[in-house]
């Protein structure tokens, strides 16, 4: 669940991180401007190109999670696309319909045509089919084929790509959701080394580059489906794997207050509650940097829009449902709306609290599973 990242903002109540991999990105744009010739800005500026892309993307597909009734959470940004978490009463049918899969290539391929034709009616001495086609030389080309390659990059199946996110989704139907998950995941890691191959037979830069990239997206499906493979169906539930020992802090509390409990604490992300009642979460470093401006509140900083499972939920269903968006902490509620807003918090789970849970549950499966089996032979 937790994702090297850096946190931008929120945007209408989705919490925006950018994925460190868009650090090494601006290294990688720059040093390729001066291998060919070009400056440092003209590097940057490609780079610029390239998350303006991927924005575009991004926005069509959040228009058309909203109009399939998903309630996005957070939003976790790669050099390929976002990967996004969704809150509680989130829908899987609304988060994997069809209008989403198609909703970021055409919106690539929309933007990329219109400003090819926009080019057009304003000069002829444009050559928008000259190679290469991303190059920091000619920046305005570059503007046309980033969006026009985004697009055409998710229609390759391989997840976490759209084609790829909607072959799983059949594979699922087929295969059931493990098989299909472990299927899909290694269909991705192949297609992501064949684009990797393919670039360095090709002499193609960009080849390589979306291919190492895809490559990092196709380790996260793997990791899911290994997290699939573990919790089996619905077999492990959240009240099995949720801390019941954990600190909250009450949204009445002063900053300053709640740096002094965090100090005590292991957990990086806290729930807040009114009472007993959960309203949101802040994190060590949100504290921190609102301190730093001064004291406050913890109602005045703290995340009103947050993951959330019952104790009911099923382990897999839940990981499913947030993704891989850098989501530090669960809160595991006894549910009385679909947000989490106004429910009372029974426990929580973080990345540590899973992987320990999961190896002590598994471990005392199997020790049972053997005894039963002895059990039936002494019979």
């Given at each position: 669940m937790r994702t090297p990242s850096l946190r931008i903002g929120v945007l209408f109540g989705v919490e925006i991180r950018l994925h460190v991999l868009w650090i090494l990105f601006l290294f990688f744009s720059m040093t390729y401007a001066a291998f060919t010739g070009a400056t440092a800005i003209r590097g940057f500026a490609l780079w610029l190109l390239m998350l303006v892309a991927v924005m575009v993307r991004e926005v069509a597909r959040s228009i058309a999670f909203a109009a399939s009734g998903a309630k996005l959470s957070s939003l976790l940004i790669l050099p390929a696309g976002a990967v996004p978490s969704f809150s509680s009463g989130s829908k899987k049918e609304a988060q994997e319909s069809h209008l989403v899969a198609l909703a970021g290539p055409l919106a690539n391929f929309f933007v990329g045509i219109t400003l090819a034709l926009l080019l057009y009616m304003a000069t002829n001495q444009v050559n928008l089919f000259e190679r290469p086609w991303v190059t920091p030389a000619y920046l305005l080309r570059s503007l046309i084929w980033t969006q026009v390659l985004l697009g055409g990059l998710h229609l390759i199946p391989a997840a976490p790509l759209?084609?790829?996110?909607?072959?799983?989704?059949?594979?699922?139907?087929?295969?059931?959701?493990?098989?299909?998950?472990?299927?899909?995941?290694?269909?991705?890691?192949?297609?992501?080394?064949?684009?990797?191959?393919?670039?360095?037979?090709?002499?193609?830069?960009?080849?390589?580059?979306?291919?190492?990239?895809?490559?990092?997206?196709?380790?996260?499906?793997?990791?899911?489906?290994?997290?699939?493979?573990?919790?089996?169906?619905?077999?492990?539930?959240?009240?099995?794997?949720?801390?019941?020992?954990?600190?909250?802090?009450?949204?009445?509390d002063t900053l300053e207050m709640a740096m002094d409990r965090s100090v005590h604490s292991l957990q990086d992300i806290f729930p807040v509650v009114r009472g007993s009642l959960l309203v949101g979460t802040v994190s060590r470093q949100t504290l921190s940097d609102a301190l730093s401006q001064g004291n406050g509140y913890v109602q005045g900083v703290m995340a009103r829009t947050f993951p959330v499972a019952a104790a009911e939920d099923s382990l897999s269903a839940t990981l499913a449902r947030i993704g891989g968006g850098g989501t530090q902490m669960v809160p595991i509620i006894e549910r009385n709306s679909d947000n989490g807003a106004g429910d009372r918090v029974l426990g929580i789970v973080t990345p540590q609290s899973l992987s320990l849970a999961m190896h002590l549950l598994g471990r005392s499966r199997r020790i049972l599973e053997r005894a039963s089996r002895t059990d039936q032979r002494d019979q």
């Amino acid at each position: 669940m937790r994702t090297p990242s850096l946190r931008i903002g929120v945007l209408f109540g989705v919490e925006i991180r950018l994925h460190v991999l868009w650090i090494l990105f601006l290294f990688f744009s720059m040093t390729y401007a001066a291998f060919t010739g070009a400056t440092a800005i003209r590097g940057f500026a490609l780079w610029l190109l390239m998350l303006v892309a991927v924005m575009v993307r991004e926005v069509a597909r959040s228009i058309a999670f909203a109009a399939s009734g998903a309630k996005l959470s957070s939003l976790l940004i790669l050099p390929a696309g976002a990967v996004p978490s969704f809150s509680s009463g989130s829908k899987k049918e609304a988060q994997e319909s069809h209008l989403v899969a198609l909703a970021g290539p055409l919106a690539n391929f929309f933007v990329g045509i219109t400003l090819a034709l926009l080019l057009y009616m304003a000069t002829n001495q444009v050559n928008l089919f000259e190679r290469p086609w991303v190059t920091p030389a000619y920046l305005l080309r570059s503007l046309i084929w980033t969006q026009v390659l985004l697009g055409g990059l998710h229609l390759i199946p391989a997840a976490p790509l759209d084609a790829g996110v909607a072959l799983r989704q059949r594979f699922a139907k087929i295969r059931g959701t493990v098989r299909g998950a472990r299927a899909m995941a290694g269909i991705s890691q192949t297609v992501s080394m064949a684009l990797v191959i393919a670039g360095i037979s090709m002499q193609n830069v960009w080849l390589m580059v979306m291919g190492a990239f895809l490559m990092v997206g196709a380790q996260m499906e793997a990791a899911t489906a290994v997290g699939a493979e573990t919790a089996t169906g619905e077999s492990v539930l959240m009240r099995d794997v949720m801390l019941t020992d954990f600190t909250t802090i009450s949204s009445a509390d002063t900053l300053e207050m709640a740096m002094d409990r965090s100090v005590h604490s292991l957990q990086d992300i806290f729930p807040v509650v009114r009472g007993s009642l959960l309203v949101g979460t802040v994190s060590r470093q949100t504290l921190s940097d609102a301190l730093s401006q001064g004291n406050g509140y913890v109602q005045g900083v703290m995340a009103r829009t947050f993951p959330v499972a019952a104790a009911e939920d099923s382990l897999s269903a839940t990981l499913a449902r947030i993704g891989g968006g850098g989501t530090q902490m669960v809160p595991i509620i006894e549910r009385n709306s679909d947000n989490g807003a106004g429910d009372r918090v029974l426990g929580i789970v973080t990345p540590q609290s899973l992987s320990l849970a999961m190896h002590l549950l598994g471990r005392s499966r199997r020790i049972l599973e053997r005894a039963s089996r002895t059990d039936q032979r002494d019979q």
